[in-house]
């Protein structure tokens, strides 16, 4: 008799946990119909997009598992993975190693924007996720200044097709088109006409390998100890500071890395906008597969990449067959993506404020009950 | 101390391993765009070299350019040892040769323009011409 009430609670639970993944699922389920698009289609696309983004997704899992929420300044990493881009493309460096040499020139810069970042987010405890969002702004301010006025005459740029007509800064778009899938193209395979791009998910299959020995390391336990409880991890010798500024650090050098993924994929490069949206739309790729401020894995990132990008593709089609304007579904998706983000922060805090009024009301029937006896 | 040292050791040669793999990439990833002329280089260094009637020009086992009397063609290739395979008609109803060509490309030259009448007739290594200047290896 006492089973059913329990096993109701668990479904309730299960269904609460997974909200914003089943909301995504039903939406996606109505809106795949209706976009009339053919389900090879739709693998085609949805594999790209799992090629282009999930390196990205991945590298915010580092400051998660530290305790230090969503890092909306892995825009610091873009912005250090498209100069190395642009330096690549104007020393006329294609294909594989045009990509390599560009990853390899966006390390110092991602960890030195790192550092900076943890540094800043360590003075700001409690509140990172708000302070890496303005970090974002404040080094995007920098990257202009290095772009458009530093790159000619102190950095040294050399090609017109690179520069501006005035012979300083750099085009509002920079063509990757020798870059332009090769990591994609490399080891590719065609599977009943959708290109699986092997290489790349091999590169993304490394990522997920690293993290999860990562987290068996001792700077992983570290790290997982920092998130639950600093004060506690203080007090076992682990060096707090450090550990945090480690875990930022590590994910603005993979999102460099993600970044010349990206890309690559694109093959070109909006010199000022394309690092602006990365951040926010990771983030609410993570969010939608699942994961919370404190906790993620990488199944949430695979689940949300597909069910965000679903969304991406099948939005407008379902909005065009709907409403007979395919912009609605446009609006309807913004809406709905940037949604999931406030949604999945609201039920965080409100979860938290939960159990904490939870604990604190225990805490005083224990403490009745105490002097009663 | 000694896993002080270690650390900084093994930055160091984290360091030395990377600047080493971007190197080699800058070595083998230099991308060249090539541009191949069919025309007639009159009185180069006190001599003609003739166009011909008609070159085919094949790079990776894929003909990137049909050229006819003074056509130009273009391949990109990335990496110095530039290797291309020449089909060429020297005169109008003639019969075809064959030729395969490897270059030498140079690291700091952009749009590399090969004739391919002064090539073919031995010139040095090869001619080439950039930015309006006409120079010779």
């Avoid at chain 1, 590298?59 to 825009?75: H, R, V």
């Avoid at chain 1, 490069?269 to 894995?297: D, R, W």
Wanted: aromatic share 8%.
């Amino acid at each position: 008799m006492s089973k059913k009430p329990r096993q109701n609670k668990n479904v309730k639970h299960l269904l609460m946990d997974n909200s914003v993944p089943l909301m995504f699922i039903v939406i996606c389920a109505i809106c795949i119909p209706l976009s009339g698009f053919s389900p090879s289609y739709l693998i085609n696309e949805i594999v790209t997009r799992l090629g282009r983004n999930l390196f990205l997704v991945l590298c915010l899992l580092f400051p998660i598992m530290a305790g230090m929420g969503l890092n909306f300044a892995m825009t610091l990493g873009a912005m250090a993975g498209e100069i190395g881009l642009i330096l690549a493309s104007d020393w006329q460096i294609w294909g594989i190693p045009g990509i390599i040499l560009a990853m390899i020139l966006s390390i110092p810069i991602s960890i030195f924007l790192g550092y900076i970042c943890g540094t800043l987010m360590n003075m700001a405890r409690g509140r990172e996720m708000i302070t890496s969002y303005i970090i974002n702004y404040f080094i995007n301010g920098i990257y202009l200044l290095v772009v458009l006025y530093m790159m000619g005459p102190i950095i040294p740029i050399m090609h017109s097709s690179i520069k501006l007509p005035r012979g300083y800064g750099i085009r509002n778009t920079t063509s990757l088109l020798n870059m332009r899938q090769h990591l994609d193209d490399l080891l590719a395979v065609n599977v009943s006409g959708v290109k699986i791009p092997v290489l790349t998910f091999l590169i993304i299959g490394a990522l997920c390998l690293f993290i999860v020995w990562f987290r068996r390391t001792k700077l992983g336990q570290d790290m997982r100890a920092v998130g639950q409880d600093m004060e506690v991890a203080r007090e076992a010798g682990i060096k707090v500071e450090r550990t945090r500024i480690i875990s930022i650090i590590l994910s603005t050098v993979f999102a460099g890395f993600g970044m010349v993924i990206y890309l690559q994929n694109m093959g070109n490069m909006a010199t000022y906008t394309s690092h602006s949206q990365i951040g926010m739309f990771c983030i609410a790729a993570l969010l939608v597969g699942g994961a919370s401020v404190e906790k993620a894995s990488i199944g949430n990132a695979f689940l949300g990449v597909i069910l965000f990008h679903m969304m991406f593709i099948v939005a407008p089609g379902a909005g065009a067959f709907i409403t007979g304007d395919s912009m609605v579904g446009e609006y309807f998706r913004v809406f709905l993506s940037y949604g999931v983000i406030t949604l999945a922060l609201i039920m965080y805090e409100a979860k938290k404020r939960m159990a904490k009024s939870r604990a604190g009301r225990e805490l005083a029937e224990a403490q009745v009950k105490k002097e009663d006896a | 101390m000694k896993a002080k040292t270690r650390r900084i050791l093994f930055s160091l040669l984290l360091v030395l391993v990377l600047a080493a793999v971007a190197a080699v990439m800058m070595g083998i990833g230099r991308g060249h765009t090539v541009y191949f002329d069919n025309k007639t280089l009159e009185d180069y260094q006190g001599q003609e070299y003739k166009a011909f009637e008609k070159v085919i020009v094949t790079v990776k086992d894929e003909q990137v350019a049909k050229l006819a009397k003074r056509d130009r063609g273009m391949s990109i290739w990335i990496g110095q040892n530039f290797k291309m395979i020449l089909e060429v008609t020297r005169e109008k109803g003639g019969e075809s040769e064959i030729h395969e060509i490897d270059l030498k490309l140079p690291y700091s030259v952009d749009g590399i323009v090969i004739n391919l009448p002064a090539l073919l007739a031995g010139r040095a290594s090869w001619a080439w011409k950039t930015a309006g200047a006409i120079s010779e290896r």
